[in-house]
Nanobody, 127 residues
Framework: QVQLVESGGGLVQAGGSLRLSCAVSGRTFSSYAMGWFRQAPGKEREFVAAISRSGGSTYYADSVKGRFTISRDNAKNTVYLQMNSLKPEDTAVYYC????????????????????WGQGTQVTVSS
């Protein structure tokens, strides 16, 4: 049984920073490409960032490029999302997801290609 547990969400003022963490258990972490997605009220879930199994390839939505950084620590079975210069429009529930058997140096931006999901963590950015 694969489990993903997000943490690090909260309330922050615009311009502030947060770091989200997602701990993965149940299978060798390095076998997963990892992604972060978010869903705001009344909106569809959208891609935020992804990282390959190797950690050498990262991908970002245009809306967060230059502000967010995804990283992974395979020794700690954890993926991170460092969020800087936060804006009110970043307010959403953030989900991490794991994609098994992805090629070593790639990751997907398509939610449907991820196999496992966390329960989500709320991020609220006040203006």
């Amino acid at each position: 049984q694969v489990q993903l547990v997000e943490s690090g969400g909260g309330l922050v003022q615009a311009g502030g920073s947060l770091r989200l963490s997602c701990a993965v258990s149940g299978r060798t972490f390095s076998s997963y490409a990892m992604g972060w997605f978010r869903q705001a009220p009344g909106k569809e879930r959208e891609f935020v960032a992804a990282i390959s199994r190797s950690g050498g390839s990262t991908y970002y939505a245009d809306s967060v490029k230059g502000r967010f950084t995804i990283s992974r620590d395979n020794a700690k079975n954890t993926v991170y999302l460092q969020m800087n210069s936060l804006k009110p429009e970043d307010t959403a529930v953030y989900y991490c997801a794991a994609d098994r058997d992805r090629e070593y140096h790639t990751a997907s931006y398509r939610a449907g290609e991820y196999d496992y999901w966390g329960q989500g963590t709320q991020v609220t950015v006040s203006s």
